[in-house]
């Protein structure tokens, strides 16, 4: 790897980081604690001094705050890895899973992954809580009756998360719904709880996904997949710096407690912010060498997937295999107008907040080529730039609940996606929310 390419990925890892912390309200650079009004400078937690912050810790705002399971609230070193060479993890298979993921950047193996008839692709974009959007888009779009059987549908972070739901249909929307409007950020994260690889805790998170993810959903998720649809998660393995692409109905069709597990740890491993949530860590083996491969949310490689980056440039004259391309952005695509604190991390959750929308439209403007180049229709759909509903911190079920709802008015419209790219965005607004949502 080059000097170039490892500085980017850091400068990601910690723009993201200290985004999360700013919006979910922990100090940055000190002890990792959920105060009042933690993140703005010159506020204190009682009995502390400059430089010398007091160790308070506060529950998680939100309502039915979890109890940790039991050892989670104790901080441990993590333990060393077991060492392994980049020739043995360009090999590593999941053990006795071996066909259920690629190299994104595999243009052999992506084309082996696909389904055999063309048909519509649903692609779900990164955004946080702002999935709420795409979420009440899909329920909107079977209440209309315009919801199509998608052929392909692909999820990075927050759309990894949703993806199992738009990918098993209709019949799951109810679930789609209540995981994206009663979530509060105690179903998300535990603050006050460093893990040694993180600034917060996020086994709230982890037992959120293992109740929506359920062995009934699973089965249905594997069913669609012998009927030759397929469901494509992606993570980023922080070890190699490559994004990897989940054939998530392929580990379903698995069976078995070994799938469902590997199933749900791929989920929260797309949706895991890095320094802000710990990594994910799965066991794989090569050469008859077992060890764990360091996985981390899929953004890092792109806020959404389509196709290698091979494939998708300007210069390839590859067609994919779609008859449409469906696009739900779950960013907020406006720039918004802050008086920025000199403060670290005010100043990085700015730069995230523009950076993010900015890689969307590159990235989306490279699928509008491969969709006009494979004759496919392009549809896209983007937060309205009239939403500015209030939030009052991260995973705000209220907002949550309106974006939903923009979402879904949107879903049962007469034009719920554009076949244009979005305008470039004007001069930017005052937003009345109080937390950036794009930042999540």
């Not at 000190?30 to 506020?43: F, I």
């Not at 008839?117 to 899909?138: E, K, N, R, V, Y």
């Not at 799965?282 to 953004?299: L, N």
């Not at 509903?389 to 705000?396: L, M, N, V, W």
Request: hydrophobic share 40%; glycine share 10%; proline share 9%.
């Amino acid at each position: 790897m080059t000097a170039s390419m490892r500085w980017t990925i850091c400068a990601a890892a910690v723009l993201l980081s200290a985004s999360f912390l700013v919006c979910s309200g922990v100090p940055y650079g000190a002890a990792p604690v959920l105060a009042q009004d933690a993140g703005r400078p010159g506020t204190m937690a009682a009995g502390s001094r400059p430089g010398n912050p007091a160790p308070v810790k506060r529950a998680v705002q939100g309502r039915g705050k979890k109890a940790p399971p039991t050892g989670a609230a104790e901080q441990q070193e993590p333990p060393p890895r077991v060492p392994f060479t980049a020739a043995e993890d360009a090999a590593a298979a999941v053990p006795a899973m071996p066909d259920v993921r690629f190299w994104a950047d595999s243009v052999e193996d992506f084309k082996a992954a696909l389904p055999q008839q063309p048909g519509p692709w649903l692609i779900l974009t990164s955004g946080g809580s702002d999935g709420a959007f795409g979420a009440g888009l899909l329920c909107g779009l079977t209440a209309a009756g315009k919801r199509p059987d998608y052929t392909v549908v692909t999820g990075v972070s927050t759309g990894a998360l949703m993806s199992p739901f738009a990918f098993a249909g209709p019949r799951y929307d109810e679930a789609l719904r209540k995981a994206y409007t009663t979530i509060t950020a105690a179903d998300v994260f535990e603050a006050g709880n460093s893990t040694g690889e993180s600034f917060v805790n996020s086994w709230p998170l982890k037992d959120t996904i293992a109740k929506q993810m359920t062995a009934e959903l699973l089965n249905d998720i594997a069913a669609e997949h012998r009927r030759g649809r397929r469901l494509f998660v992606v993570t980023t393995d922080l070890d190699s710096a490559r994004s990897v692409v989940w054939n998530m109905g392929a580990i379903a069709a698995h069976g078995g407690e070994d799938a469902l597990k590997l199933f749900r740890s791929v989920l929260l491993a797309s949706a895991s912010v890095p320094g802000g949530f710990p990594p994910v860590l799965i066991d794989v083996e090569a050469h008859g060498k077992r060890f764990q491969e360091m996985h981390v949310d899929g953004g890092l490689g792109g806020q959404f997937f389509v196709a290698p980056p091979q494939l998708t440039a300007s210069t390839s004259d590859y067609r994919l295999p779609a008859t449409q391309l469906y696009t739900i952005v779950n960013t907020n695509m406006q720039r918004e107008f802050e008086v920025v604190d000199r403060f670290a991390p005010k100043i990085l959750t700015q730069s995230i907040t523009m950076a993010v929308p900015v890689d969307t439209r590159l990235m989306l403007d490279r699928t509008y080529v491969v969709a006009k180049r494979s004759g496919a229709g392009f549809n896209v759909a983007t937060i309205p730039a009239s939403f500015n509903a209030p939030s009052r911190g991260p995973f705000d079920s209220d907002y949550m609940g309106a974006l939903f709802q923009t979402g879904y008015e949107q879903g049962r419209s007469a034009t719920p996606f554009s076949a244009e790219l979005p305008p470039e965005p004007g001069a930017p607004v005052q937003p009345s929310r109080i937390d950036k949502t794009g930042a999540k």
